[in-house]
């Protein structure tokens, strides 16, 4: 088990900086998932929490100790990728034990860490087999195997489940969980799907091009996102933006006016607020409703497109010139809606997310319970 402590972490190909001040404390023992697009850095700030990557600029610590030149093999870290790179030649069992045969075990040692792996994984009877003969999830359980045989102080898991199906990718998402509850080692874990990140981790960190948007419990950044990316990110299907200008700063919130001479009162802190000031207002689509009671004369008018049924919810898709990106409403499973209805989308005040120009949250008033016990906690 151990703390990762990362101070003012840079790297750069070249000329080329692809990383920036990251800062960044893991404690001990803790899930964290780094979520974001392709490309905006996750495989690279892993890599380098490896030593495969050298760090251009920063500390990174283990458990309080520098560790930026220590080799890859003396961090304690055990890194498994996406692909699963077996040895097709060798038995489970051997490619297991492979690593530890190399560091020198003994055989007993091997023996014991190899069939300890084996059990927590459930393919202790597959142990004679070779990679060929399993299925997919079965050898990313093989690949899982043998970074627990080197008992690491932390595991570092790249996209482990990318190459899965979906519905074997929900199973070992569940199988994750469980390890992490089984070892309660440090565990840092990487994935473009915001819904692993929001389903395993104790602590999302949020990157795109190569910045942390935001760290915060799975709950923290659902509920008070700092910015409009991470606003966008987390959650399916994604939060409505609406734009419009503030009309006035209230006691009880902002009141928004969208383009068309609609407005919206939205509960948040007016904090540096102006009047004719751009700003995006943010609905998720469980809170945006047709014809919302709760809205009463806030709301914007848009013209319905479409109706997705999922059996337990419906999704009612609208078009309107001040949401570029259409309008989302999670509807109740049986209400139709036939194209090209004209309804009016809002929703209560204290539902509402509001952006600044530059894309900064405002403080939201509603502070409930678990923003109380989460929106610092990480
Ligand atoms: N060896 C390299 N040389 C130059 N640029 C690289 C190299 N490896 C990665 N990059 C760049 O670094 C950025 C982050 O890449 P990566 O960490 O692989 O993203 P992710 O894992 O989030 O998809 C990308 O813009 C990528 O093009
Ligand atoms: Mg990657």
């Known amino acids: 088990m151990a703390s990762l402590t990362l101070r003012n972490i840079s790297k750069r190909y070249e000329e080329t900086e692809v990383m920036r001040n990251i800062n960044l404390d893991i404690n001990d023992g803790e899930f964290v998932v780094f979520v974001g697009p392709s490309g905006c ?16 600029g920063g500390d990174l610590m283990i458990d309080n100790a520098r560790v930026n030149e220590l080799a890859p093999a003396k961090r304690g870290i055990a890194m498994v990728f996406q692909s699963y790179a077996l040895y097709p030649h060798m038995t489970l069992y051997d490619n297991m034990a492979f690593g530890l045969k190399l560091a020198g075990e003994k055989k007993p040692a091997i023996d014991a860490a190899v069939k300890n792996a084996a059990k927590i994984l459930h393919i202790d009877h597959l ?15 093989v690949a899982i195997g043998r970074a627990i045989t080197r008992k690491p102080k932390v595991f570092l898991f790249d996209e482990p489940l990318s190459n899965l199906d979906a519905a074997l990718r929900v199973k070992m998402r569940l199988e994750f969980a469980r390890l992490h509850d089984d070892l309660k080692t440090t565990m840092i874990y990487v994935t473009h799907d915001q819904v692993e990140a929001m389903t395993l981790a104790d602590k999302i960190v949020v990157l795109s ?33 609406l734009s419009g200008t503030i009309a006035a700063v209230q006691s009880n919130g902002v009141l928004v006016k969208y383009a068309t001479g609609e407005t919206q009162l939205v509960g948040v802190l007016s904090g540096n607020a102006k009047v004719g000031d751009a700003v995006t207002v943010g609905i998720r689509p469980e809170h945006l409703q047709p014809n919302s009671a709760e809205a009463g004369d806030y709301g914007v008018s848009a013209s319905t497109m479409t109706v997705e049924t999922l059996g337990d919810a419906a999704y009612l898709y609208a078009e309107t010139d001040i ?8 509807i109740p499973p049986l209400e139709k ?6 309804l009016k989308f809002g929703t209560a005040p204290d539902h509402c997310h509001l952006f600044n120009a530059e894309g900064q949250a405002y403080t939201r008033n509603v502070v409930d319970s678990w923003q109380r016990e989460h929106a610092t906690a990480a």
């Open 41 to 56: 850095g996750k495989s690279t700030l892993m890599r380098m929490i490896a030593g495969l990557e050298d760090i251009s």
């Open 127 to 141: 142990l004679d087999r070779k990679p060929k003969a399993l299925s997919g999830g079965q050898r990313q359980r």
């Open 209 to 241: 091009a190569g910045n942390i948007e935001q760290v915060g419990t799975p709950n923290a950044l659902y509920h008070a996102p700092a910015n409009r990316f991470v606003a966008g990110f987390i959650g399916s299907p994604k939060m409505n933006f």
């Open 323 to 330: 949401a570029p990106d259409g309008l989302i409403a999670r």
């Open 337 to 342: 809606h036939p194209r090209g209805q004209q």
